[in-house]
């Protein structure tokens, strides 16, 4: 029994370190794997084919890229003295504001875009009404034949492959009546056609708008710039009047540097007024549409031509005036045709058909048939999708009559804030020229203390920097008066009628006293 024990004992031992030796090998096996150094398999790039992509055409390229040997207003002086070649224009005419709406009504292209989309909607109304016309087809053919046979009962009975001929088969198609769905249709579209009237005298008053703001801001741009040469002009006198009590010694060196530096801000003021009369120019080739004109000039006397107006009138004429107002009034109808047009897709249509034709067999002229009469065609209905269509259409009538109502609280803020603009630089505009006249007095003295000596150089400049900041708040004011006046001519879709016309000479305006 003992002997028996110790041999399953040994056995069991033997079957306990077998498993051990086991998974001992299995973790050698690991770790060998782990840094057994691995080929790194060479994957062949295939090269990607590009595909042949579509070339712009030259004539087209040519039409609509920007050319470089125009005249460039912003550049460098050899660039501003290029001209177009060719070009038969005066040398520098002068162009006055209507001259530049002129020019803008007849080559603006967003006035010729919005002309062209108007033709659209006009032929889109007369391609629905042609539903109302003669549909005329013509069918000649040649065919080869052969009957099947399989149903019939004599199963013997055979026929021979022939040939059809048909020299010609005329057919015309009439509609008659389709239950109102094309004259529906074409009210959509009339509506449409009306809209994109609308769009276009819209489109005008964006462009008229522009350019007179533009036009504006470039004589603006002139008036900045001429109270920068003035500046300049002065400080370049006290500089030398410094430089003179300097070398005499009845003044220190750090009048003169002090006068020195004043006279080089100057100088940088009026570089970056130079540069925006070009961006001015830049920006009323633009408004035109003549980007690429050659130089001219404008009339620098700025008129100024106060209007009175309540708010209550200018809402009343841009209720009347006001073309988006109008296109989103026709938008509403639209979609209400549209609620109408989703009902009739189910309605049937009455045509009048007749055909003649001539042919035969194994010959093209053998016998001639016909055949007329009116037909009334019902269309394949689907309930469900028709009762969704109706109510698709139901939902966006709705969705167009609250935007209809967003516009017209835009439209409502926009007439608003802008005769608030026009109304702040109106009053303004009498404070401006009186500060204007104070500074100017006030130079006037402190200039001719400093000429006999009483005074001192700081004094003047701030004096000096008092009368131009009072020029250009003034000169702004006047802008800012024209350009609200713009924008509200735009806003109510009619031109104001002005009270009188006071113009500014802006040259008698910016002239100082000579030190």
Known sequence: MNKKIKISFIILCLITMNAFCDENMQELDKGKSIFKRQKVKKEKVKPVKQKRQYKIKKNTIEEYSIPTDVYMNVGSDAEKAQKLEGSVVKENPVLYLSDCLELALINNPKIKAAYAKSEISKYQKWETLSGYSPRLDWTSSINRNKPDLTMMRNAAMTVSAFNKYTLGQIGIKQLVWDFGYTQNQYTINKIDYEKSKTNIDKTVNEVVAAVKDAY??????????????????????????????????????????????????????????????????????????????????????????????????????????????????????????????????????????????????????????????????????????????????????????????????????????????????????????????????????????????????????????????????????????????????????????????????TKEEASDSEL
């Open 216 to 505: 504006y801001n470039l004589m603006y741009a002139y008036d900045r710039k001429q109270v920068a040469e003035d500046s300049l002009d002065d400080y370049t006198t006290i500089f030398n009047q410094a430089m003179a009590f300097w070398e005499v010694g009845t003044t220190t060196k750090v009048d003169v540097l002090f006068a020195q530096t004043n006279l080089e801000n100057a100088r940088a003021e009026l570089i970056a007024a130079d540069n925006n009369v070009d961006i001015a120019y830049s920006k009323l080739n633009n408004a035109i549409g003549l980007p690429f004109v050659d130089a001219y000039r404008i009339d620098n006397s700025i008129n100024y031509e106060p209007v009175t107006i309540s708010m209550r009138e200018c809402i009343e004429i841009a209720n009347q005036s006001r073309p988006d107002l109008k296109g989103a009034m026709l938008n509403v109808d639209m979609a209400d045709q549209a609620v109408k047009l989703s009902w009739k897709t189910m309605m049937p249509k009455l045509e009048f058909q007749a055909n003649w034709g001539t042919g035969g067999i194994n010959n093209w002229t053998d016998k001639t048939w016909y055949n007329a009469g009116g037909f009334l065609t019902f269309p394949t209905v689907n309930p469900l999708l028709l009762r969704n269509q109706v109510k698709e259409a139901k939902a966006q009538y709705e969705a167009m009559q609250y935007e209809t109502k967003a516009q017209l609280n835009d439209i409502y803020y926009d007439i608003q804030s802008v005769y608030t603009r026009l109304k702040d630089a109106k009053a303004r505009i009498p404070v401006a020229q009186i500060a204007m006249d104070r500074a100017r007095e006030n130079y006037e003295l402190t200039s001719g203390r400093y000429k006999v000596g009483y005074g001192n150089v700081i004094e003047l400049k701030d004096a000096q920097v008092a009368l131009s900041d009072a020029k250009k708040t003034y000169f702004q004011t006047i802008y800012e008066y024209n350009s609200a006046r713009a924008n509200l001519e735009r806003a109510i879709g009619q031109t104001l009628k002005s009270d009188e016309v006071k113009k500014i000479d």
